[in-house]
């Protein structure tokens, strides 16, 4: 199929998330990758506008338009112009509607994990509507490797499977989620995150000494600022500061990294603010310890950890960066979503739940990860191997 324009949904350019950034340029090179030569369009909810950025996509220059509209436009406006259209036969004549209908096609990543209840009732509902209204518009619809699930709500179960039996196609990037959809009866393909195919952008002014460790330091952990969480990472200061201890102790460079970050403009759960308070917190540490202190891409932080000799993080997509580019990695994991991407990487063994840890457990949780630092050559070759699979193939959509 000779697909001209592309709508992509559920990904972003120019989030502080560099996770979802990282998905979304991601998704782009496939994209790419797959349609040479068709024009890509993201469909975002924010303050109504159309921002254009060029992404370096395999050394070239590729031009990408962002639409943002608002919440009212998605879940309200969109679907009364959907309902003239099918009763009154009237062309379509909102700025969404027409984008939509110019579109050959429409994938949808989810912001990775966005099609769940993992953050709550309002947003999986909020990316519903974004489906619904493409399916109601008959425009094919796949879903990129994503989190599917849970849906703990009546109404996430329901019209979660709903638009799950409606797709064009459906892939997976965990087998939690595979399981689940089992349940459903519905064909999908369990296959890589989209993270995988975004290439680095080297940053020649941040050197990185031999023999150094990065460790990504999640600030929604370490800030701890939200009382939903209460008690679930009380103690993560604790076991980074015995963590980064150690890990010196053994004559390791040690470089903090921040992934989910706005230097000029942090909000609640900023991991540079994160890494500030734990320089603050660990004066002792000040000049052992490097960290990243400016504003980078997730392309230049890919490069970066590319050039580690072995990394851990709690940002899924931190972790991802590193795998990618085979270097041995653990996950210090807070969801389940990082057994399926680490299984993916034959990695399973190197997450590490970090929920509710304990000032007991932490010597042994840095034994076990001092063990696999140890065993870091063995566990590159095995990532060497695996970043050798073949890219997937959306053309097969409609062979």
Same mark, same amino acid.
């Given at each position: 199929m000779n697909l001209k324009k592309i709508l992509l949904l559920g990904a972003s350019l120019e989030s502080d998330n560099k996770g979802v950034n990282a998905l979304g340029i991601g998704a782009i090179t496939l994209l790419k990758n797959n349609y040479k030569d068709a024009e890509i369009n993201l469909l975002c909810v924010g303050t109504p506008s159309i921002v254009e950025k060029e992404i370096n996509i395999n050394g070239e220059l590729v031009k990408v338009k962002t639409h943002y509209f608002s919440k009212y436009d998605v879940m309200f406006k969109g679907f009364i112009d959907v309902f003239f259209n099918r009763i009154f036969k009237s062309k379509p004549k909102l700025a969404i509607s027409k984008l939509i209908n110019e579109s050959d096609i429409v994938?949808?990543?989810?912001?990775?994990?966005? @099609?769940?209840?993992i953050y709550g009732?309002?947003?999986?509902?909020? %990316?519903?509507f974004d489906s619904k209204l493409i399916l109601l518009w008959k425009k094919d619809l796949i879903f990129l490797p994503q989190t599917i699930g849970p849906f703990d709500t009546f109404i996430?179960?329901?019209?979660?499977? %709903?638009?799950?039996?409606?797709?064009?196609?459906?892939?997976?990037?965990?087998?939690?989620?595979?399981?689940?959809?089992?349940?459903?009866?519905?064909?999908?393909?369990?296959?890589?995150?989209?993270?995988?195919?975004?290439?680095?952008?080297?940053?020649?002014?941040?050197?990185?000494?031999?023999?150094?460790?990065?460790?990504?330091?999640?600030?929604?952990?370490?800030?701890?600022?939200?009382?939903?969480?209460?008690?679930?990472?009380?103690?993560?200061?604790? @076991?980074?500061?015995?963590l980064v201890n150690r890990l010196l102790d053994l004559k390791f460079e040690v470089l903090l990294i921040p992934h989910t970050y706005n230097a000029g403009k942090p909000n609640d759960e900023d991991d540079l603010v994160g890494i500030k308070k734990f320089m603050s917190d660990n004066k002792d540490l000040a000049n052992k310890v490097s960290f990243v202190n400016k504003d980078y891409s997730a392309q230049q932080l890919k490069s970066i950890f590319a050039k580690l000799e072995f990394f851990m993080g709690s940002r899924m997509h931190s972790c991802i960066g590193a795998l990618s580019r085979s270097i041995p990695t653990v996950g210090l994991a807070y969801s389940y979503k990082f057994e399926g991407t680490f299984n993916m990487f034959k990695q399973i063994e190197c997450v590490k739940d970090v929920n509710y840890l304990k000032k007991e457990n932490v010597d042994q949780l840095i034994n076990e990860i001092v063990e696999f630092i140890e065993k870091r050559n063995e566990i590159k070759d095995v990532l060497i191997k695996e970043n050798n699979r073949t890219q997937l193939q959306l053309k097969n959509i409609y062979s």
């Open positions: 994938f949808d990543i989810n912001e990775g994990d966005s @099609f769940s209840d009732f309002k947003r999986v509902v909020r %990316h519903m996430g179960k329901k019209l979660g499977g %709903h638009i799950l039996k409606r797709l064009t196609k459906l892939y997976v990037r965990d087998v939690k989620a595979y399981e689940f959809i089992e349940n459903l009866g519905i064909d999908k393909e369990l296959t890589i995150d989209m993270a995988v195919y975004m290439q680095p952008q080297e940053v020649e002014e941040v050197k990185v000494k031999p023999n150094t460790i990065g460790v990504n330091v999640n600030g929604l952990m370490y800030l701890n600022r939200y009382k939903s969480l209460e008690g679930k990472y009380d103690n993560y200061p604790y @076991f980074l500061t015995k």
